[in-house]
């Protein structure tokens, strides 16, 4: 190539660059006009008047889901019998990417599905109607499912209920078949190890742990850690949250709420946490203590438990899922844990299962792009009845599963196994579509569960043999039995999630006394025994300069608050 | 004037580009006498004066983490600069240029990595249970059992050290090396013929050499120093027990600005810094002109 052709090329390429940016800019902006005026129009559409019956008109509901495929193939059944029965196709969008990103890019163009997934930005930014009106004059099933929550699922600020939560609405018993919440965790293999002894105070369970290590100095050729607890980043809870359990309360994060006068006091640094640290502190001088428990990140955290190593731990379960599920994945079953409800008093009664509350903030949503709110709303509140809610769950009698002659569901083994191949769920499920849908949790009136992981019989068919021995051992069918049933939540639980309000003194002193326990306990339980004392009475004071009351204020004022306006 | 006509109209971009990027958003300061919250007008939002100065100097945790912020800063500053001039000594001394591109590229290397994994290794080598820091001293009978490095707050300042001399040691190298190379070759062969060896040439030609580059990066650095050797180093080793040592400005105004929601400290911050940045920048300008030497402005 001559010099000349070099630069006519290069001409060329300048002006082919320069004519894409503009058509860019150009088009970009056509998008614009275009959405901007379609976000005020359907208002008006919602207040004509619908037609009464949901005819079988084809119809098209595209939705947004805030999570990433698997994408459904053509043919899936399930959205087939959507479509043959209700006539209705869902054009799903799955979020590709960063979803604040997509969210920003949505919001900014105006350029929104008929339904999307929850998310503060776009009631933030008027991108979806208030649906109280719609759920009143068109949705019976929903509003009987959200009825005895209907207050609490509006916005705090407006008063309008702009989402339908996908979880925690329940219905009949409630009784899950695993714990993912708060629990003293010790592994299988030392509750074995003493004939699955049964016990419920702290004493009894650093008793077993310091026999098992003292029999057992190493495991796999690694030194055994008898007890061990993160306090990494915003996960702390490991470290902080044991001593109100210990109590009989539940898990109201920072502070301990009185179930009748619905008042919160401080745990942390009182004497409702004194024993529990000092019993830490003595386990530490026998040795038993993971002495870089508060200096690891939650990597490292997450290493050791997989390792095997760790006899128990002070956690929530999903927060070390990840390290358990390896443990198991490598045929170490016997090293994974067992979730126990200890309290300080073998009189007390434990409050470690809770029910969930309703999460807000969830679920899916109408938006002002939608041509037909009306049907909309009419078509999911179809999708909740029992026969579809079964169907997303449990799937088709006979195909998907069976009934027994207790008029109990239960799978065949083949069918269990068909649940776990991705790609027969692909042509045969519709998981993410449901995870975003209102659910019916809880049980069924005929008495089955809502899933068939809650199923009593059908989860313990589905158990590994280890699993069953420890369960049998108990004399129990479901690992919540180790649990005491949870009564119905106080109104104005969980204090956990209660909003601080950015930049107020509420949020200073909370962050304040963070600090100050990840900076004390470790001290506290590390020290030599002589000395906890007088590190425990300058922690108290610490947290007493740290201006606590400015935060318990704000969590009493809005206790109060949810018992006024959340009730019935 | 005249003359320089399109000199000056090609430099007109740029000075563009810093009064728009540079200039122009520091009105954004008022933020600093408000209680900002977002998503309204900067003018509609509620003016409360000196309040966040006040928060950040009445804290009395400041005082500590202007102390940690400091001396990080100087542990680091110093470090770095012995330990990348040593290395660019040392590296101009390898005559075989194969060995030299080796070892100049492997020191380098590291600069590359996010903080986020060098941190990740630093606490995984420093393990008490399989870190092999901990390995290596046991091995040496230097020490009885593991040491908790990264639960004390003693030996936080030195991990700090160490890890940024690691990360980046063969990249601050670099500058040096370029400097060294523009040293004239005719001074080493008169040093030769009068009989100097390696170590003098050193000291009397390549030291005297990059005098000048070296005052210039001290001074630059300096404006630097309140950033404390990094942030996401001391934010990801630190934990609860070394927060004493560990907790610099950033993450002070990370934690009592950002994360709660009250933006205003964090710029009141930023004002703070700055202003402290250009003292000292005009202090070390001026010794560095009292002593002879270039200087900045």
């Given at each position: 190539m001559g010099a000349r052709a070099r630069k006519v090329a290069f001409g060329l390429l300048m002006l082919i660059m320069v004519f894409s940016v503009v058509a860019a800019g150009c088009s970009s902006s056509n998008k614009n006009k275009d959405g901007s005026p379609s976000a005020s129009q359907p208002a008006s559409s919602s207040d004509t008047s619908a037609p009464t019956t949901v005819a079988i008109e084809p119809m098209t509901i595209s939705v947004f889901l805030n999570v990433p495929g698997p994408i459904p193939t053509d043919n899936n059944r399930i959205y087939k019998k959507i479509k043959d029965e209700l006539g209705v196709t869902l054009k799903e969008e799955y979020l590709v990417g960063d979803l604040e990103q997509k969210l920003g890019v949505m919001i900014a163009g105006g350029d929104y599905p008929d339904i999307i997934s929850a998310n503060v930005k776009l009631t933030a930014a008027n991108?979806?109607?208030?649906l109280e009106d719609l759920i009143e004059q068109h949705a019976p099933n929903l509003k009987k499912h959200y009825e005895d929550v209907w207050n609490l699922i509006?916005?705090?600020?407006?008063?309008?209920?702009y989402w339908l939560p996908n979880f925690g609405v329940y219905q009949g018993d409630f009784k899950p078949t695993q714990h993912y919440g708060p629990a003293f965790f010790i592994q299988r293999a030392v509750l074995k190890e003493y004939n699955y002894p049964k016990f419920k105070t702290l004493d009894e369970y650093f008793k077993l742990i310091e026999d098992y290590q003292a029999k057992y100095p190493e495991i796999d050729g690694q030194p055994t850690i008898g007890f061990t607890a993160l306090a990494f980043d915003w996960r702390d809870f490991g470290l902080r949250n044991a001593p109100q359990h210990l109590i009989?309360?539940?898990?109201d994060g920072g502070v301990v709420v009185?179930?009748?006068?619905n008042v919160a006091e401080l745990f942390e640094s009182t004497d409702i946490a004194k024993p529990y640290y000092k019993k830490l502190n003595e386990i530490n001088s026998k040795g038993l203590?993971?002495?870089e428990a508060f200096a690891q990140n939650y990597d490292q955290y997450m290493a050791k438990i997989a390792s095997g190593r760790v006899l128990g731990m002070f956690d929530q379960r999903w927060n070390f899922q990840q390290g358990e599920e390896s443990l198991i994945s490598q045929?170490?079953?016997?090293?994974a844990y067992v979730g126990l409800p200890l309290v300080?008093?073998?009189n007390t009664t434990d409050y470690y299962l809770d029910r969930p509350?309703?999460?807000?903030?969830n679920g899916f949503g109408i938006t002002?792009?939608?041509?037909?709110p009306v049907k909309i709303i009419k078509v999911l509140d179809t999708l909740m009845t029992e026969k579809w809610q079964k169907l997303f769950?449990?799937?088709?009698?006979?195909?998907d599963y069976h009934v027994g002659d207790n008029g109990l569901y239960y799978r065949t083994p083949e069918q269990r196994k068909d649940q776990e191949d991705v790609t027969w769920k692909q042509a045969n499920k519709a998981d993410s579509f449901y995870g975003q849908m209102p659910k019916l949790e809880g049980n069924y009136p005929d008495g089955n569960a809502d899933s068939p992981g809650n199923q009593p019989d059908e989860f313990f068919a589905n158990l590994k043999d280890i699993d069953r021995e420890v369960l049998q051992a108990y004399g129990y069918?479901?690992?919540?039995?180790f649990f005491s049933a949870p009564p119905?939540?106080?109104?104005?639980?969980?204090?956990?999630?209660?909003?601080?309000?950015?930049?107020?003194e509420a949020r200073v002193s909370s962050q304040k006394m963070k600090d100050l326990a990840l900076k004390y306990l470790p001290k506290a339980i590390l020290t030599s025994p002589e000395n906890f004392d007088s590190v425990w009475a300058e922690y108290g004071q610490q947290v007493s300069k740290a201006n606590p009351e400015a935060y318990l204020n704000r969590v009493n004022e809005q206790l109060k608050w949810r018992q006024d306006n959340w009730g019935k | 004037m005249v003359r320089q006509r399109q000199l000056i109209f090609m430099s007109f971009p740029m000075l563009i580009y810093v009064l728009v990027f540079?200039?122009?958003?520091?009105?954004?300061?008022?933020?600093?006498f408000q209680k900002y919250k977002p998503g309204f007008d900067i003018f509609d939002q509620k003016w409360v004066g000196f309040y966040q100065f006040r928060f950040l100097f009445e804290d009395e945790s400041f005082i500590r983490v202007l102390r940690n912020t400091i001396a990080m800063s100087v542990i680091t500053l110093v470090l770095s600069f012995v330990t990348a001039i040593g290395l660019a000594l040392l590296l101009n001394e390898i005559k075989r240029t194969g060995i030299k591109r080796i070892i100049q590229t492997i020191s380098y290397l590291?600069?590359?990595?996010s903080w986020i994994i060098v941190t990740g290794l630093v606490a995984t080598s420093l393990s008490?249970?399989?870190g092999i820091v901990n390995i290596v001293l046991m091995k040496l009978h230097l020490i009885k059992e593991p040491i908790l490095w990264l639960g004390e707050g003693k030996y936080f300042w030195g991990i700090v050290g160490a890890s940024n001399v690691w990360k980046e040691v063969g990249w601050n190298t670099i500058i040096y090396l370029a400097a060294i190379a523009s040293v004239s070759p005719s001074l080493y062969e008169a040093a030769e013929i009068d009989g100097a060896g390696r170590y003098r040439k050193m000291m009397h030609i390549t030291l005297p050499g990059i005098k000048p580059v070296i005052v210039i990066l001290l001074i630059l650095n300096i404006g630097w120093i309140?950033?404390?050797?990094?942030f996401e180093i001391q934010y990801f080793l630190g934990n609860g027990q070394v927060l004493d040592w560990s907790e610099t400005i950033d993450i002070f105004v990370l934690k009592y600005g950002l994360k709660i929601g009250n933006y205003s400290l964090g710029v009141a911050a930023g004002i703070f810094k700055t202003v402290v940045s250009i003292v000292l920048l005009i202090i070390a300008n001026s010794i560095a002109k009292r002593l002879g030497e270039e200087r900045l402005i």
């Open positions: 991108a979806v109607l208030p509006k916005d705090p600020d407006d008063g309008h209920i009989g309360h539940p898990n009185d179930p009748v006068t203590m993971d002495k045929g170490k079953s016997e090293r300080y008093d073998v509350v309703v999460n807000l903030n002002v792009n939608a041509d037909d769950y449990w799937g088709e009698e006979g195909i069918k479901v690992w919540t039995d119905p939540n106080r109104v104005s639980y969980p204090a956990w999630n209660i909003d601080l309000i950015e930049g107020s | 540079a200039y122009f958003p520091i009105w954004g300061w008022l933020m600093a590291p600069h590359f990595l008490t249970q399989d309140l950033n404390g050797g990094g």
